[in-house]
């Protein structure tokens, strides 16, 4: 349970803020229909998350050790300061040109857009952390649902409510414990 739990909100408030809520704002205004955009976000999401967990779990299998997991611990302290800076999309992202309907068109956004992203990076660390891929991916899924669906169904007027700053410092501060529990779990 504290797999799924620490995967869900992590992500939840790593989401909050990043390129992906904002390409899901993007589509949202784009394409008005908001079921095969919250469709596309989670198959997307699922064999995103599913591969960052299982590559965490394999490195942290063929890698295990003291300084594996130093890196790990050491990954979520920097993960918690990229968490502070801002995200923007750029113009030519935010517009998609595919003649595909909103279900495939997000799909496939949201894949390559999750590549390299701060979410996916914190997914493959907690398959290493953690050694457990599918509670990973499911806490970690959940977690971009929780952050993402309101924003497809609320657009661009979530950007307005939510205060970012404090979302980032609050996600920010989330990725410092776990940083500093591994730090001492290592050390205790």
């Not at 899901?24 to 079921?35: D, E, N, Q, S, T």
């Not at 701060?118 to 660390?125: E, F, L, R």
């Not at 509670?135 to 899924?141: E, F, H």
Request: charged share 15%; net charge negative; aromatic share 10%.
């Amino acid at each position: 349970m504290e797999v799924l739990l620490s995967s869900t909100l992590l992500v939840a408030f790593a989401e909050i803020g990043d390129k992906t809520m904002l390409l899901a704002i993007v589509l949202a205004c784009r394409f008005r229909r908001p079921w095969p955009i919250v469709a596309g976000i989670l198959a997307a999401t699922i064999v995103n998350h599913a591969l960052a967990a299982w590559a965490g779990a394999a490195i942290a299998g063929l890698l295990d050790g003291y300084w594996f997991r130093m890196a790990v611990a050491l990954g979520f302290i920097a993960m918690a300061a990229w968490t502070l800076v801002p995200d923007s999309i750029d113009e030519e992202e935010a517009e998609p040109k595919s003649g595909y309907g909103a279900f495939l068109t997000t799909t496939i956004a949201f894949f390559f857009a999750e590549m390299g992203d701060k979410t996916q990076i914190a997914t493959v660390a907690l398959g290493a952390q953690y050694q457990a891929v599918a509670l990973v991916a499911m806490g970690t899924t959940l977690g971009m649902m929780i952050a993402n669906v309101p924003a497809v169904f609320l657009g661009d007027r979530i950007t307005r409510v939510l205060p970012m700053a404090a979302i980032r410092i609050a996600a920010a501060t989330i990725f410092a414990i776990l940083g500093i529990w591994a730090l001492l779990d290592l050390f205790g």
